[in-house]
């Protein structure tokens, strides 16, 4: 198991508005935009921008992450083993298969596993 990507995970008022910032410091487009639930999502770089009325984001605001990984199901069964508790998931999402949990130093972090196309068109 690998961690192919991490982001650092930003709330955004609107992402219209932040995108031109990121971009100017990042040089590129996003590399992903996407509708989850009732946000919208951008990944640009290392930032992955989270945009919604506050009820739709704010349960995301004390997680970390995401992280991407390489085989979700191996992480899960590797971070369950030395203590962690899965508290969502593993979930089907736009990107991939995704599941939240709690470390037992008390972080709680998103993991990611991207479908092969978006694996492919982010990392190449």
């Known amino acids: 198991m690998r961690i192919l990507k991490t982001y650092a995970r930003l709330f955004v008022d609107d992402l219209d508005v932040a995108l031109p910032i990121y971009q100017e410091i990042v040089g590129t487009p996003p590399d992903l935009r996407v509708g989850f639930e009732a946000a919208e999502l951008a990944a ?3 930032f992955l921008l989270i945009a919604g009325p506050p009820e739709a984001v704010d349960r995301y605001r004390s997680t970390v992450g995401p992280v991407i990984v390489d085989d979700l199901d191996e992480l899960l069964a590797r971070l369950t083993a030395a203590g962690a508790r899965i508290t969502g998931g593993p979930h ?3 990107t991939g298969r995704f599941a939240y949990l709690d ?15 978006i694996r492919a068109r982010v990392l190449g």
């Open 92 to 94: 089907m999402g736009p």
């Open 44 to 46: 640009i770089g290392d």
């Open 103 to 117: 470390h037992p130093d008390g972080a709680n972090v998103e993991y990611v596993e991207w479908t092969s196309s």
